[in-house]
């Protein structure tokens, strides 16, 4: 098992199966990667959709709300792949994603990690803009090796927003980390984004500047 790419999710029924649907559906054999769905003890109907997907993915049921980083966190522990790639459960990924990003990182030892362009899209799916993943980095679409994860402590629990600003942080101080400017992953825009939560999404700025010293947030 060369990959493990992770889906977490809290209460995105809605667009789960779509998220999972992309990645059963990789270029990649499959016997080449897995599938770990974390999900972080959801009130809606996701185990449902996550049942009708069988022995086809590995899924996690937590008995509590423990957060997205400490959800990735239980992914990557869980995780048999050298490599591992985090998902969000409302978005999706091109089909060629775990092939290129593999193909990168078996070539390329000086690079911890490969991220990869992606496209924004509506709740339609409509393509929106392309977004250069270097300029504007994203959580996800990014094909981690799992020691320097480990090696820098993985995610901080206690952020539950910018997790994904702290961790790169901390991964490029030791780790490099290259995009290839293809548009792999498609990171969806809906009225549930946690970063329309303009109080959290604050607060926890703050909380990454008081951290990392970064001045004003």
């Known amino acids: 098992m060369k990959i493990s790419a992770v ?18 559906d990789q270029s990649l054999g499959k016997s080449e990667y897995e599938i770990i769905v974390v999900d972080d003890n959801s009130t809606d109907h996701s185990l449902d959709v996550l049942k009708s997907f069988g022995n086809l993915i590995r899924v996690i049921e937590l008995q509590e709300n423990v957060g997205l980083a ?3 966190n239980i992914g990557v522990r869980n995780a048999q792949g050298r490599y591992v790639v985090f998902v969000d459960a409302d978005d999706y990924v091109h089909s060629d994603l775990l092939w290129i990003q593999q193909q990168f ?3 390329n030892h000086q690079f911890g990690a ?3 362009d992606y496209i924004l899209v509506d709740e339609l799916e409509n393509h929106v803009s392309r977004v250069n993943a270097e300029k504007e980095p994203i959580a996800c679409g990014i094909m981690f090796r799992v020691e320097p994860l480990i090696d820098i402590g993985l995610y901080d629990r206690k952020f539950r927003a910018h997790e994904e600003r702290d961790l790169r942080i901390r991964f490029q101080e030791k780790f490099a980390v290259y995009n290839i400017i293809l548009p792999l992953y498609r990171y969806r825009r809906h009225e549930l984004n946690l970063t329309n939560d303009e109080e959290k999404m604050s607060a926890y700025s703050q909380l990454l500047s008081d951290k990392h010293d970064l001045g004003n947030p």
């Not at 889906?7 to 059963?24: K, P």
């Open 70 to 72: 400490e959800a990735r």
């Open 105 to 107: 990182l078996n070539h």
């Open 114 to 116: 490969v991220s990869v």
């Open 7 to 24: 889906i977490t999710n809290y209460n995105y029924a809605r667009y789960l199966g779509r998220a999972v649907r992309s990645l059963l």
